[in-house]
């Protein structure tokens, strides 16, 4: 598989963070676990269901020490969604999902979420009122850090940062694992 990035594009592959300063293109030679950062979802973006459930199964490819917690949640969110869900093309694309995520094929599941977003935003009226976030989806994030968030002493401007998250707004960055958690 040939992967192509962007100057300072960033990358997961088998857990671990990359970030290139140039254009450059990567051939991965064996299987290898990777997710591309323009479709990396932060929990505040999981704002729908089928958002929810990309969101925990995301969270099983790029965070395999608590696949078991993702799992778990992945599961409550999809049996949800199909005890609920009508419309025969979405019910096929979660159970195609589901067949992926059952054969360890994370990738493709979030490839076949994803696709789905579009039919979920048709069947999605604006009157349906705000979707109710999932209180798990922010505990598997919590435990996630930054990748440019260095591991050494804060920089002098962290406390603007700092700031601007306790007013809600909270910078856009690739969750990483935090080993220090």
């Given at each position: 598989?040939?992967l192509s990035?962007r100057?300072g ?6 857990g671990?963070?990359?970030?290139v ?6 051939e991965?030679l064996?299987?290898a676990?990777?997710?591309l950062e323009s479709?990396v979802?932060?929990?505040e ?7 929810q ?6 969270t099983?490819?790029i965070?395999p020490?608590r696949?078991?917690?993702a799992r ?5 969110i999809?049996?949800g969604l199909?005890a ?10 979660l159970?195609a ?9 994370l ?6 979420i994803r696709g789905?977003?579009p039919?979920?935003a ?13 209180p798990?989806?922010?505990a ?6 930054g990748?440019?968030?260095p591991?050494e ?6 406390e603007?940062?700092?700031?601007q998250a ?7 960055t690739?969750p990483?694992?935090?080993?220090e958690a």
């Open positions: 598989m040939r990035l100057a594009e960033r990358i997961y592959i088998n671990a963070v990359l970030r300063d140039r254009k450059v293109s990567i991965l064996n299987d676990t990777f997710l479709h979802l932060q929990v973006e999981a704002t729908t269901p089928l958002r459930l990309y969101f925990a199964a995301q099983m490819l965070d020490a696949i078991a917690a778990s949640l992945y599961d409550g999809r049996d199909m609920t869900i009508r419309d025969p093309g979405l019910r096929e694309g159970e999902a589901h067949g992926f995520i059952e054969a360890g094929r990738y493709e599941a979030l490839k076949q789905l977003y039919t979920e048709l069947l999605l009226s604006p009157d349906d009122g705000p979707v109710v976030p999932v798990a989806l922010g598997l994030a919590r435990r996630t850090r990748p440019e968030r591991r002493r804060p920089s002098p401007g962290s603007v940062r700092r700031s306790a007013r809600g707004r909270t910078p856009q690739l990483a694992l935090d080993p």
